[in-house]
């Protein structure tokens, strides 16, 4: 059985008195974060991803055509939400950091918009990358997609770095490697945190999803805010159904006193 299942009417009430009473909160997000701001997720049956599904890795590394497929849909992608900004979940978040409540946002997001909402690096640990630039596979120089769509309107191909290697998005493929120093951090953060808040992810995709069970092992308080039911709502101390920003919107415009 789930933990205590809160409806909008009570949710804020009680993440207030959850947040209040934290020392060292951590935000961990998917998908559903973004969604109010235009960015579409990956498993809703009309999703876009459907059919610009992204390349994996091997197929990548190995093909030049399906490189610039790859390319191809990336572009496609990012025209279709060119102008998502930051939602109110994303707000309240870095307020939460600002004020001290939360150490940091593990995020399984490669939109950039807790970047956007004012969080630095320092505080934002990204597991599967970021799609707002690209990098070379083989040196890791960074490379700006400005500068990769003008080339590649141009000419239709594939970009590769000074080095020779393939340059791709700066995201983690199906097949790639997660990166280590951000697994890293994240469970680092994870076992430092006295309240863990899941928001917006299905909590399917590992090993992403492992860090809530890791959290609530390890004596933190685990929230769940969801719209739909995740495999760890069991588990839960606090499981909040509704829409993320009505959720989380008082918190971008208050400091939760302690």
Request: aromatic letters at 6%; hydrophobic letters at 45%.
């Amino acid at each position: 059985m789930p933990g205590p299942i809160f409806a909008l009417e009570r949710a804020h009430e009680v993440l207030h008195g959850l947040i209040a009473s934290s020392r060292r909160g951590v935000g961990f997000t998917g998908a559903g974060i973004s969604t109010e701001c235009g960015v579409p997720d990956f498993r809703s049956p009309d999703s876009p991803w459907a059919r610009l599904f992204p390349i994996d890795f091997k197929t990548f590394q190995s093909s030049p055509t399906m490189r610039a497929e790859a390319w191809r849909r990336k572009f496609a992608m990012d025209d279709l939400y060119a102008g998502a900004r930051p939602g109110r979940g994303h707000r309240a978040l870095a307020a939460l950091v600002g004020s001290g409540k939360l150490i940091g946002v593990i995020t399984q997001n490669i939109d950039g918009l807790h970047q956007a909402s004012g969080l630095g690096p320092e505080h934002v640990i990204e597991l599967h990358g970021n799609g707002t630039y690209a990098a070379c596979i083989g040196c890791g120089a960074r490379h700006e997609l400005v500068d990769i769509r003008a080339s590649f309107d141009a000419a239709g191909v594939a970009p590769d770095c000074a080095c020779g290697a393939p340059i791709k998005s700066a995201t983690i493929s199906f097949g790639q490697a997660m990166p280590q120093g951000q697994m890293r951090r994240a469970r680092e953060a994870t076992l430092a945190c006295d309240l863990f808040l899941a928001i917006g992810s299905s909590l399917v995709v590992y090993p992403a999803a492992g860090f809530p069970t890791l959290a609530k092992d390890n004596g933190a308080t685990l929230v769940i805010i969801n719209r739909e039911a995740t495999p760890l709502d069991g588990p839960a101390d606090v499981v909040i159904r509704g829409e993320i920003g009505d959720v989380l919107a008082p918190f971008a415009e208050s400091t939760v006193a302690a």
